[in-house]
């Protein structure tokens, strides 16, 4: 029972978004979908997604997902799992099953990479499942970048990221993500009430960048396995190693949604596919 009714969650939540998304009530372009499709389709046994991207607006998700196929509403391997804010979406009973149902992991802001919701997305990996993951952790608009020589930032990513990364039993399969245009969709710092209405005729876009064979995430398995079997220990990397670890990986998965930014979004990662 508990299944039928979180497919029934996904099935009506992604069918309201495609619904949306081919209304005319906006326009929407989808580059290089079979990245992320392929990821899915052809992902080992074991084996987890995880796709990264910005966080322009509270409607990235879900609405994003109205481009799967439609017959992804049924399969929850193929639907993803995400982190989501409890001071946001788990604010009364109604809303905490509503999300829940829609594999939505309760996060708390402040308390961390050791909390429940992260240890949940890290089960997901090692199940198989695709875990979906907003580096930032939280909306911030193009407009709040930083900007360093000209270049414009994302804000430094959680190490959330590299964390469960890190943990997954398999490292999985990594599809960075650029959004566009839905900061348009749903501008931040409105007033009541056309802050919880989306603005229409709004141009969207969503592009997948090629999977990564993330070299860095295999050294640091191999460099775990080899200290830890030389000790005749349980693998793992000492404290202060698996901070630096955490770290770096994220800045890599950072580095690859901005360069995939750049390449649809130019310099201030400001500007909607042409």
Sequence with gaps: MAQALSTATIAAVGFTCKAFLNSGLCSIKVSNLAS????????????????????????????????????????????????????????????????????????????????????????????????HLFGEGKVNQPSTYPIIDGVAHLPRFKWGVGHILMEAKEPPIIVPMWLTGFDKLMPEGRKAPFKFLPKLNVELGVAFGESLHHKEIAAIAAHRRSAKLALGQPLSLEANERKLARSNITAVVQQSVERLGREVSGHLLDRPRT
């Design 36 to 131: 992320l499709l392929n990821a899915l389709e052809n992902r080992r046994d074991g084996q987890g997604v995880v796709t990264v991207a910005n966080h322009i607006s509270v409607l990235d998700d879900p609405v994003t997902w109205g481009i799967l196929p439609s017959s992804y509403y049924f399969s929850p391997k193929r639907i993803r799992w995400s982190l989501g804010a409890a001071d946001i979406m788990f604010t009364n009973p109604v809303f905490s099953a509503f999300f829940r149902k829609g594999q939505v992991f309760e996060t708390f802001r402040g308390r961390g990479i050791f909390q429940p919701a992260v240890d949940g997305a890290i089960r997901q990996l090692d199940s198989g499942g695709w875990v």
